[in-house]
């Protein structure tokens, strides 16, 4: 029995030892996997800290690098306008400074954004950036007459994200490379483009839409629910947001300034891309471009001081160019219609002395294009056939003129070629179209117009109107084909014309107003189309609605192109039900082909000075190690 007794002993004894020893292992591998697990986790939190330093070194490129680059450029771009450089043949930045600048790039980045705030990361770890910019060289210049003057460079970037958590770490590297494009920047790249928005005074209103970059120095003011479809920037700490109907009923009157997106339930726009409140102010600066000496076959851009101003024209230039004999007096420009030629060849573009009555503008719609400028009692004509290239100029008394060459486009700097300006030294009472063939239906689409409006430009038509006084408006103002609709095989099958056109269509309308405001006179169409860009920037002025309180309703203005005013104008009231009861309830859609100045209107105004006009960011790899 006591034998039984030992041996059941001596077993329960081995049975423990080999129940510690499965316990001993089983706790090392417990212990390991806790391990294992725990650099696991701390891994995948580096990873994860990686990538959202990547993420804000991504912000940074998209956000913060054109405030990085525009003190850098800004220094070269002065220097290049002080020394009169032309921007087909010098570099704005010289190829000796190229290294500077991608060392100045990656310095400013590593000493302003090299690591992302810890705020961002909850104390899971902390996330470090390295950037390197490096190869900065020219992309691109532009030809003589190309229509701007833009310059880009281009430059190699690599951002290395370094996570770590604990004793986790991890790296995300990104590489591809900057395009930066600077010059003189055509203001119509703005869809709107406004000093003073006026909103302290009024507002856009429930049916206002915008499908464009917008921008106000000061004072937006909304009601209702407004749409942008871009991007709506102020330089303002916010805007004005109205409840004229007492709607609201949050007690804070019937308009209120706020640093906010909405006012509801009274006023809630709709910002598709966002907004931006306390942006960099966009200056409306001195025009570069001399609109006269353009008219003039002179070239338009010419600084000799070099102060960013065109020289002034002298009435020599006036003479010389009109062929004036004898040039006398304070005044030796008769009134009249010119065009600018040497005598048998046209070689600059339709100058007008005077004030002008009436300046028809019709398309042929056979490649043709009519001007028929009344002054007084006296009428000129001018048909431009593109077919033959020629124009022809007939005279008040019936006398015509055949002349080789066509006053169209932008001419190539400094050749005294024709130039697609007109230029009225006076006030163009009344700019007209053909008018309409038939009514045109109020919920007619923007686009294509309706058939019963007649084309003010013909296909080939590049055309920029300037007067030194105010511009009346009475009839649409639109192209033979429309824009939006070159790749609509219905519509091109219906226009053979616009089908035969080759490469990007290029017919184009800028109207600008040097000192007074552009009108829509008592007695326009309702709803008016108006196409192109429309610039009226003197101190106070903008594109105006003659009695807009008083004339009654008129339905929509739909401008295609842009806006660019000192100060908005008032163009129409609003009745209780929220519908147009006076004037003009306004859309404005953006043509795109003027996005960063692919396309402007000849001699268009730009900014005065070579600044940086556009950063982009293209991404070619991404790799985690």
């Given at each position: 029995?006591?034998?039984?007794?030992?041996?059941?002993?001596?077993?329960?004894?081995?049975?423990m030892m080999v129940l510690v020893a499965v316990i001993a292992i089983l706790s090392v591998d417990t212990l390991s996997e806790i391990r294992q697990n725990k650099n696991n986790l701390l891994s995948s939190r580096a990873r994860n800290v990686a990538e959202a330093g990547a993420t804000y070194a991504g912000y940074v490129l998209d956000t913060?690098?054109?405030s990085v680059l525009q003190p850098i450029v800004n220094g070269y771009a002065t220097s290049f306008i002080v020394g009169g450089g032309d921007p087909t043949s010098d570099y704005v930045i010289p190829e000796s400074a190229w290294d500077t600048v991608a060392s100045q790039i990656t310095n400013e980045l590593n000493t302003n954004y090299a690591s992302l705030p810890a705020s961002q990361l909850a104390g899971v770890g902390s996330a470090s950036l390295s950037y390197d910019v490096?190869?900065?060289?020219?992309?691109?210049?532009?030809?003589?007459?190309?229509g701007g003057q833009f310059q880009t460079y281009t430059a190699e970037y690599k951002v290395v994200a370094t996570g770590t958590s604990g004793n986790g770490k991890r790296r995300i590297q990104e590489e591809g490379f900057l395009t930066v494009k600077l010059g003189r920047a055509?203001?119509?790249?703005?869809?709107?483009?406004?000093?003073?928005?006026?909103?302290?005074?009024?507002?856009?209103?429930?049916?206002?839409?915008?499908?464009?970059?917008?921008?106000?120095?000061s004072n937006w003011g909304f009601w209702g629910t407004p749409v942008f479809r871009g991007r709506i920037t102020a330089s303002d700490g916010g805007a004005w947001f109205w409840d004229i109907f007492n709607t609201c009923r949050d007690g804070l009157g019937y308009r209120r300034f706020l640093n906010?997106?909405?006012?509801?339930?009274?006023?809630?726009?709709?910002?598709?891309?966002?907004?931006?409140?306390?942006?960099?102010?966009?200056?409306?600066p001195t025009n570069a471009l001399s609109q006269e000496r353009a008219a003039l076959g002179l070239d338009p851009t010419e600084d000799n001081n070099g102060d960013g101003v065109p020289d002034p024209v002298t009435d020599a230039d006036r003479c010389s160019s009109l062929g004036i004999s004898p040039c006398v007096g304070a005044n030796p420009i008769p009134d009249g219609v010119y065009l600018v030629n040497d005598g048998s060849r046209v070689t600059?573009?339709?100058?007008?002395?005077?004030?002008?009555?009436?300046?028809?503008?019709?398309?042929?719609?056979?490649?043709?294009?009519?001007?028929?400028?009344?002054?007084?009692?006296?009428?000129?004509?001018?048909?431009?056939?593109?077919?033959?290239?020629?124009?022809?100029?007939?005279?008040?008394?019936?006398?015509?003129?055949?002349?080789?060459?066509?006053?169209?486009?932008?001419?190539?700097?400094?050749?005294?070629?024709?130039?697609?300006?007109?230029?009225?030294?006076?006030?163009?009472?009344?700019?007209?179209?053909?008018?309409?063939?038939?009514?045109?239906?109020?919920?007619?689409?923007?686009?294509?117009?309706?058939?019963?409006?007649?084309?003010?430009?013909?296909?080939e038509t590049q055309l920029n109107i300037t007067a030194v006084g105010g511009i009346g408006l009475y009839t649409d103002l639109v192209y033979e084909c429309d824009p939006t609709q070159m790749t609509n095989s219905s519509y091109l099958a219906s226009h053979p014309r616009c089908a035969s056109a080759s490469g990007p269509l290029r017919t184009v309308l800028g109207v600008f107003s040097e000192t007074d405001d552009i009108t829509i006179r008592v007695g326009a169409v309702d709803d008016i189309y108006l196409w192109g860009s429309f610039l009226s920037a003197a101190n106070g002025k903008g594109l105006a609605v003659e009695n807009y309180n008083t004339r009654g309703p008129q339905g929509k203005m739909r401008l295609f192109g842009g806006l660019i005013q000192w100060e908005d104008q008032l163009r129409g009231v609003i009745g209780r039900g929220g519908s147009i009861s006076s004037g003009y309830l306004e859309t404005f859609e953006y043509d795109r082909r003027f996005e960063n100045s692919r396309l402007t209107p000849p001699n268009f105004p730009t900014t005065r000075v070579f600044q940086l006009n556009d950063v982009e960011v293209k991404r070619l790899t991404y790799k985690e190690f």
């Open positions: 029995m006591r034998r039984k007794q030992g041996i059941a002993l001596v077993t329960a004894l081995v049975l913060q690098l054109f490096r190869n900065f060289r020219i992309a691109s210049m532009p030809t003589a007459g190309g055509s203001l119509s790249q703005w869809l709107f483009l406004v000093e003073d928005a006026g909103g302290d005074r009024g507002f856009f209103p429930t049916g206002s839409v915008f499908d464009g970059p917008v921008h106000a120095n906010a997106g909405s006012r509801p339930p009274c006023t809630e726009p709709v910002f598709d891309k966002g907004y931006d409140w306390n942006a960099p102010r966009v200056e409306l600059g573009g339709i100058y007008i002395e005077g004030n002008v009555d009436e300046l028809l503008v019709a398309a042929g719609g056979d490649g043709t294009q009519t001007y028929r400028i009344t002054q007084g009692g006296n009428t000129w004509t001018i048909l431009v056939d593109y077919n033959t290239d020629t124009t022809t100029i007939t005279d008040p008394s019936g006398n015509a003129t055949n002349l080789l060459g066509v006053p169209n486009g932008p001419a190539p700097l400094g050749t005294g070629g024709p130039t697609g300006q007109i230029y009225v030294n006076g006030v163009i009472d009344a700019l007209r179209a053909p008018d309409r063939t038939g009514p045109v239906p109020t919920d007619s689409p923007d686009h294509p117009p309706p058939s019963t409006i007649p084309p003010a430009l013909s296909l």
